[in-house]
């Protein structure tokens, strides 16, 4: 795993990617590798389709999906990679993507009401794309469900719920099947899941999958090391 100048970490809304993802590149930097966190939501950020407008931090996302058809989206995306991917190649610098390949673009096509099947190819072109820097994955599992819903706004606040549900809602997916307020951010985060569980079948690449991290992060600290061969 150590070979890996590519780190993905992702999951769920609030399974804990970013702490996670501060972990690994905290974990890397004590290792003495020089390790670079992309966090989310970062200015000028290199892989965020339609930049500000990009469903993330404050963004509901609204506007992009005005502005991009799934094809054009698409198209930026994997630009947007290949470049990416020119500049990381060749250079010993580990950079840990949070929130990424999935949640800031699987779950964006998902919303734009991509059919599956698409963003599954798109999925497949992002590993193909990506394999010269070795990437690897790590996964937090946990569970789509009301009451995880409710943990997170005891943790994130009634702020965070609501922008959560307004993202998760004001896009063409819950609308074409008039998902609104709570109930409807439900269904459309079950559906979020099904596809991440669908496109981690499918994925070649190495994996680290970690649950209920949120009792124990010590343990799966203690494994990302073992993974990262830290």
């Not at 470049?83 to 990424?100: E, P």
């Not at 798109?122 to 409710?150: C, D, G, K, W």
């Not at 596809?195 to 600290?221: I, K, M």
């Amino acid at each position: 795993m150590r070979q890996t100048t590519l780190v993905f970490v992702e999951g769920l809304p609030g399974s804990g990617k970013s702490t996670t993802a501060r972990y690994v590149a905290g974990r890397l930097q004590q290792s003495q590798v020089d390790a670079r966190l992309i966090a989310e939501v970062e200015s000028d950020h290199p892989l965020n389709v339609g930049g500000v407008l990009h469903p993330a931090g404050d963004a509901t996302g609204e506007e992009l999906f005005q502005s991009y058809t799934v094809e054009a989206y698409i198209a930026e995306s994997l630009q947007r990679w290949r470049t990416f991917v020119a500049g990381a190649s060749g250079r010993a610098t580990v950079n840990i993507l949070d929130s990424y390949p999935y949640q800031n673009a699987a779950r964006v096509l998902l919303q734009m009401d991509s059919s599956t099947e698409r963003i599954a190819e798109y999925a497949h072109e992002v590993e193909a794309i990506t394999r010269p820097l070795a990437p690897v994955l790590i996964y937090l599992q946990t569970n789509a469900s009301p009451e995880a819903l409710t943990a997170l706004t005891h943790t994130r606040g009634e702020a965070w719920t609501a922008y959560a549900i307004r993202v998760m809602t004001n896009c063409p997916y819950a609308r074409q099947r008039q998902l609104t307020g709570g109930p409807g951010a439900m269904a459309m985060l079950s559906a979020y899941s099904a596809l991440l569980q669908r496109l981690l079948a499918e994925s070649a690449l190495p994996r680290l999958e970690l649950d209920s991290c949120g009792g124990d992060w010590q343990r799966c600290y203690e494994r990302i090391d073992q993974f990262l061969a830290l």
